[in-house]
């Protein structure tokens, strides 16, 4: 392995709470920081975050609402909108309301917006984002095309931020997960996570297809 790869574990973080945050804990980190570094902050509006159960989503949720932020969780299942709102959500809205088709401009909702799915839900977070806001992509859980039009960049003032997770700088690796150390409430995260064993990926893997999984799942390598 590459030397430049590794990142140290910063302080206060443990090994198995690392493995918790994983990439999608990471790559979390790395849309609010691009959110922070567009200039965006808790007082210019709400947030929203789609994908909202999942591992990105869900840190994302933690880490937003722990930093002041009106958080509006957007998910397909009804039935985790506590789960969400123990994260720090405020908002809970049903990702039909933006898995559609829908119109070049819409509503200015939000200011701010972290984007796990793609398609048809990047494209109608863009129209309703408010003027001079940004959402960031960091997934395509609905597809990777973009059926979008130019109007919220060009009539609002809209940036989209492209997260990549792999190919990040060191010292911007380095910063998330320092922010990470620092900013994710333990618990939260303990909340998030559940522990199976490795015989038992296979079918935990059908799962997540299937939508059945929420947060983050470590896997026990040996438990001797």
């Known amino acids: 392995m590459k030397g430049n790869w590794l990142v140290p574990l910063p302080d ?5 709470e690392a493995m918790a945050i994983g990439t999608a804990g990471y790559t979390a980190m790395l849309s609010v920081l691009a959110l922070e570094k567009h200039g965006l902050k808790p007082t210019d509006g709400p947030v929203v975050v789609t ?8 840190v994302a949720i933690a880490l937003l609402a722990k930093a002041g932020w009106h958080v509006i969780a957007s998910t397909g299942r009804a039935k985790e909108a506590d789960y969400l709102k123990s994260l720090g959500a405020t908002e809970i809205i049903d990702r039909n309301e933006l898995s559609g088709a829908g119109r070049p401009l819409g509503k200015e ?3 701010a917006g972290v984007d796990c799915v793609g398609s048809h839900t ?3 977070v863009l129209s309703m984002t408010r003027y001079g806001g940004a959402v960031t992509a960091c997934g395509l859980a609905q597809g990777m095309d973009l059926p979008a039009s ?3 960049f060009i009539l609002r003032g809209v940036s ?8 990040c700088p060191k010292p911007r690796r380095v910063e998330a997960w320092a ?3 620092t900013d994710l409430d333990r618990g939260k995260l303990a909340g998030i996570t559940s522990t199976i064993r490795l015989e038992d990926t296979i079918a ?3 799962d997540i297809l299937a939508g059945k999984v929420r947060g983050r799942l470590v896997v026990e390598i040996d438990r001797n």
């Open 12 to 16: 206060g973080l443990t090994p198995a």
């Open 51 to 58: 994908g909202a159960a999942g591992g990105v989503g869900s």
């Open 109 to 111: 909702r939000w200011i």
């Open 122 to 124: 990047l494209a109608n």
């Open 150 to 152: 130019v109007a919220p």
């Open 160 to 167: 989209l931020l492209g997260i990549d997770s792999v190919m």
């Open 179 to 181: 922010r990470l150390a």
């Open 204 to 206: 935990a893997g059908a």
